[in-house]
């Protein structure tokens, strides 16, 4: 069994730019979650996808986006980048019914803008 | 809204001694409930959740938790700590009603002295 994977590990951008990150679910798993996590602090819920559909939101604009693939990968997409959009970005994978609760995270996206 | 609290965001413990750490969460309904651990530029690996039942939640690594209703609280413990635990710790609720998101507390920096 296969954990949660993330793509790249680092990646640095100047202002303005546009990055795309990468998650490949944990095996068996349906629904893909973000979330951003900003130096010294805990992890914000940014959207969360299933079916390949977004089935939830957190408090983040919408130039902040996202994909799931038919085989359950997703990717956040972030347009027009700022210097507060520096931080970790991690994603979790989840099942269904009772488990769904459970997220597994990934590594994390070191995202830098400079 | 739900919304988590840990109180200290720092306690360094001697290798050996015991360890408490403090969870207080805001959530209308019966929450699901999580610890998370992360290691310096590591993604989060779940130690334990509640869901319902017994109050009383064995994770691994030798970590317990206590949900405690009345006081709405969720402290994570461990009886003897070893210099492998040095991390940080993050508190989560879980909430159906938002996709399933994870609304996480800003986390406590454990230090282990020898």
């Known amino acids: 069994e296969t954990g949660v994977t993330q793509s790249p590990t680092h990646l640095i951008k100047t202002r303005g730019q546009q990055v795309t990150l990468r998650c490949s679910s944990q095996?068996?798993?349906?629904?893909v979650s973000w979330y951003q996590q900003a130096l010294g602090q805990g992890p914000q819920f940014i959207f969360q996808?299933?079916?390949?559909?977004?089935?939830g939101r957190g408090n983040f604009p919408p130039r902040f986006s996202g994909l799931q693939f038919p085989n359950y990968s997703s990717e956040l997409n972030v347009n027009a980048l700022e210097l507060d959009d520096s931080a970790l970005y991690l994603c979790?994978?989840?099942?269904?019914?009772?488990?769904?609760?459970?997220?597994?995270f990934g590594p994390g996206t070191r995202l830098t803008v400079t | 809204a739900q919304s988590v609290t840990q109180p200290d965001i720092h306690i360094t413990v001697s290798e050996g001694a015991s360890l408490e750490l403090r969870c207080n969460y805001s959530y209308g309904a019966t929450p699901y409930l999580f610890w998370y651990v992360q290691s310096p530029g590591q993604g989060l690996q779940l130690l334990l959740k509640?869901?319902?039942?017994?109050?009383l939640v064995q994770g691994i690594k030798g970590f317990e938790a206590e949900f405690k209703r009345s006081q709405s609280s969720f402290n994570l413990r461990k009886p003897s700590v070893h210099w492998s635990d040095a991390a940080e710790y993050f508190c989560a609720v879980g909430a159906a009603a938002a996709g399933n998101k994870l609304t996480f507390g800003g986390g406590t920096r454990v230090l282990v002295k020898p």
């Open positions: 509640y869901f319902s039942g017994d109050t």
């Open positions: 996808y299933y079916r390949e559909e977004e089935n």
């Open positions: 979790a994978s989840s099942g269904i019914g009772d488990f769904s609760y459970e997220q597994y």
């Open positions: 095996s068996g798993h349906n629904t």
